[in-house]
């Protein structure tokens, strides 16, 4: 069983930068493509970013492309978000995942961390 701790949330003004961070317990991460999901209220969950196993590939929502990036360090057990140039739209809670494949769905994400809200204020 991984279990997943998110942290690095906060409120931020528009065009500010936050570091969200995931760190993994009872399991390899190394073992697993890591996601990054959000959800803003009275909206349905959406896909963020993700990177593969070893951190060669990356995916983003056209949304977020070219603000923010997704790296992970497997030796601490850690995957980050660096989200720059952040937008009031940006506000949600963002959850990390674990799923043994690259994929944008986030039902074929096993493992799940608590999220941690973004609030951007405009």
């Known amino acids: 069983q991984v279990r997943l701790v998110e942290s690095g949330g906060g409120l931020v003004q528009a065009g500010g930068s936050l570091r969200l961070s995931c760190a993994a317990s009872?399991?390899?991460?190394?073992?697993?493509?890591m996601g990054w999901f959000r959800q803003a209220p009275g909206k349905e969950r959406e896909f963020v970013a993700l990177?593969?196993?070893?951190?060669?590939?990356?995916y983003y929502a056209d949304s977020v492309k070219g603000r923010f990036t997704v790296s992970r360090d497997n030796a601490k057990n850690t995957i980050y978000l660096q989200m720059n140039s952040l937008k009031p739209e940006d506000t949600a809670n963002y959850y990390c995942?674990?799923?043994?494949?690259?994929?944008?769905?986030?039902?074929?994400?096993?493992?799940w961390g608590q999220g941690t809200q973004v609030t951007v204020s405009s």
């Open positions: 009872g399991g390899t991460l190394s073992s697993y493509v």
């Open positions: 990177i593969s196993w070893n951190g060669g590939s990356t």
């Open positions: 995942a674990a799923s043994y494949s690259i994929n944008r769905d986030d039902r074929n994400y096993r493992y």
